[in-house]
């Protein structure tokens, strides 16, 4: 059974740093493309960040410098580095695969329950 599990998000002022991890399990998380995204309620959900079976790495532009991803593979999980975050980094971030891409971006067919981020002052 394919199973996501995030943690590790928060309130921090901006500038602050959070990481956040991506526990996963029923599959390998280095066979296939992982992806975090993140979701404001109302607005579209975007993409963050994501790392291809074969370590080839995308951010979107506004996070790129800020944040990396970076995966454990003995502990089976992927993890998101934020840095410098800001007030528009605030939202709903979670991460999700389709176990079947290995190259990025993978279709959102299996995500966890999110974790919340509010960058705040």
């Known amino acids: 059974q394919v199973q996501l599990v995030e943690s590790g998000g928060g309130s921090v002022q901006p500038g602050g740093s959070l990481r956040l991890s991506c526990a996963a399990s029923?599959?390998?998380?280095?066979?296939?493309?992982i992806g975090w995204f993140r979701q404001v309620p109302g607005n579209e959900r975007e993409g963050v960040a994501c790392?291809?079976?074969?370590?080839?790495?995308w951010y979107k532009q506004s996070v790129e410098g800020r944040f990396t991803i970076s995966r454990d593979n003995p502990k089976n999980t992927v993890y998101l580095q934020m840095n410098s975050l800001k007030p528009e980094d605030t939202a709903i971030y979670y991460c999700?695969?389709?176990?079947?891409?290995?190259?990025?971006?993978?279709?959102?067919?299996?995500r966890g329950q999110g974790t919340q981020v509010t960058v705040s002052s």
């Open positions: 999700a695969t389709d176990i079947i891409r290995r190259l990025c971006p993978p279709k959102i067919d299996y």
């Open positions: 029923g599959f390998t998380v280095d066979y296939y493309a």
């Open positions: 790392i291809s079976s074969d370590g080839i790495i």
